[in-house]
């Protein structure tokens, strides 16, 4: 069954489910950044190791992990059924 | 009905380690580099080689002569083309690139990357200072930064995906011994040069009244990798959106700047090439950009008042850069998350800090290239000096450096092409100065340590039994 609001969860599976990573303000698409990052695939790359599971937060305007959390968590909708 | 993504994975859980390995760069450039590596050496021990596929153009001195060079070689070139697009296509692809849309844009690389190639072989191209990386970069920067690169030909200029290649396929030709010989002096000297120069940018944008996530992006960028190093950072300090961007332009500004200056610099000077090398592995920014002044001042050896060999420049540049600075980015993205998280002003957005971090953004291209170096070096360890040279190197090292060097070249077309400098954040003028500051202390630093303190090593780097 699946749960209609992030309310039904038990507790420990909505603590586990703030991650940025989840969040609908949160974008990582490597090929978002690289055309939002001006020179970003010039001398490096949106696919690259090095930014692990970084992304922008639309929210707040910040380059960020996606293992960051905050208050304004939504969860992304993942479609329908 | 509405499903909620939260409710069906485990996000604290690590990315699957399976799913990353196909769907990084990083990864991709290990396999196609090691991939490339173990055929080299089945073909090796079966008294084959691939000396036919890796076909490079030779000098010349008319274009009658190139033209008659490459009709000979046509099937030749025609089957380098097909691997080359094969295995990064087959890479591109998995990482969600249109493969339609590299095809096209490769070819056009492929074709640019010939036309320099056959240049940098041109008899006459020493008179003129033609050499490859910089011929590549100066035609792509004009291409691009006055008739515009178009929109199809974008998709292909995948400069990392093809530094990284060529980097992996750089450890069959560098023994293992030798990474664990210079490894360590290396480490020291990038160190010292990578702490300065990180603390020389952040205390003068803080000074200069900046944020500590901006100065803290900078630094990295000065001091660690280049491009890497400052979206590395942003990410791990939670950046402003416009960080990023502003670091990168100063980066790229400056790689560009330093791929002329320090080959030139160190020509003026007489510096043996792998004292060179080191330079510019301590004082470059980017691996791109790196590699490009690297190879360039390798192309000077032989002339008059250069000592030493080609390679010891691109040898000793990988050393300083990749294994001094590059693997180090995941520590200092830790220690700076930690500070940013402990210590700096609250975002409104908490970061999660584990050791994790280091394996996360470890640049895992670095693993190829090790491991390339430890095949080459067992496969080697049974043949005398001499041997090596008669047989291991024109059967099956020197193949793999020529493909490295294609690699590699069109990694530096790729730069000229993908550097639309109208296309970069503005920096503004505090950036600028701080990033600057960074720039002149690394490169007084990097010079004193490469060519007075650890020169002898440097000098002496790739010669017999060290």
């Known amino acids: 069954m699946i749960p209609a609001s992030l309310a039904d969860l038990p507790f420990p599976t909505l603590q586990i489910a703030r991650r940025c990573a989840d969040c609908v303000h949160f974008d990582g698409a490597a090929r978002t950044l690289e055309a939002e990052i001006p020179g970003l695939a010039v001398m490096s790359s949106g696919y690259a190791s090095v930014r692990a599971d970084d992304g922008l937060c639309r929210l707040h305007d910040r380059y960020l992990s996606g293992r960051s959390r905050c208050e304004s968590f939504e969860p992304r909708v993942a479609g329908h059924a | ?466």
Request: charged share 10%; proline share 5%; aromatic share 12%.
């Open chain 2, 1 to 466: 009905m509405t499903t909620i993504s939260a409710t069906t994975t485990r996000p604290d859980a690590p990315p699957s380690f399976r799913r990353e390995l196909f769907a990084k760069e990083d990864w991709w450039a290990v396999w196609i580099g090691l991939g490339l590596v173990i055929v080299a050496v089945l073909a090796f021990s079966t008294g084959s080689s691939l000396k036919w596929i890796a076909v490079a153009p030779q000098k010349w001195s008319s274009l009658g002569e190139l033209g008659t060079q490459l009709a000979t070689n046509a099937p030749r070139y025609l089957a380098l083309f097909v691997l080359w697009l094969a295995l990064f296509g087959i890479g591109v692809r998995s990482l969600g690139i249109s493969l339609r849309q590299f095809a096209p844009a490769f070819a056009f690389v492929f074709a640019g990357s010939l036309l320099v190639y056959a240049i940098g072989v041109w008899d006459q191209s020493t008179r003129y200072n033609l050499e490859p990386p910089l011929v590549a970069l100066l035609l792509g920067l004009l291409i691009a930064n006055t008739v515009g690169v178009p929109a199809w030909l974008k998709s292909g200029l995948r400069v990392e995906f093809f530094v990284k290649t060529g980097i992996v396929l750089l450890g069959a030709g560098l023994p293992f011994t030798l990474i664990l010989w210079a490894g360590p002096v290396a480490i020291v000297q990038a160190a010292i040069v990578s702490l300065v120069t990180f603390g020389t940018i952040y205390f003068v944008a803080v000074r200069l009244g900046l944020d500590r996530r901006l100065a803290a992006t900078l630094g990295a960028g000065g001091a660690v990798c280049g491009v890497s190093g400052a979206i590395a950072v942003a990410g791990a300090v939670g950046a402003k959106k416009e960080d990023a961007p502003i670091a990168i332009t100063l980066v790229i500004l400056w790689a560009i700047v330093m791929i002329f200056v320090l080959p030139l610099v160190s020509k003026a000077l007489g510096l043996p090439t792998g004292v060179a090398g080191a330079w510019i592995g301590t004082s470059e920014f980017a691996d791109a950009a790196g590699f490009a002044a690297a190879q360039t001042y390798g192309g000077y050896a032989g002339q008059p008042g250069i000592a030493g060999t080609a390679e010891a420049s691109v040898q000793a540049f990988t050393l300083m850069k990749v294994i001094g600075r590059d693997v180090w980015i995941g520590v200092w993205a830790l220690v700076l998350s930690i500070l940013a998280t402990t210590r700096w002003e609250r975002t409104g957005v908490d970061s999660r800090v584990d050791g994790g971090e280091i394996w996360r953004r470890f640049p895992k291209f670095v693993v190829g290239f090790f491991i390339a170096s430890a095949i080459i070096t067992l496969v080697a360890r049974g043949y005398s000096y001499d041997q090596f040279k008669k047989v291991v190197t024109p059967d099956l090292v020197g193949p793999l450096q020529g493909l490295r060097t294609w690699a590699f070249t069109f990694c530096f077309l790729s730069i000229g092409l993908a550097t639309r400098l109208r296309d970069l954040a503005a920096a503004g003028a505090k950036p600028f100065y701080a990033f600057t500051s960074g720039v002149v202390v690394n490169l007084i630093f990097g010079f004193i340590l490469s060519t007075i303190v650890f020169a002898d090593f440097w000098r002496n780097l790739g010669q017999p039994a060290p």
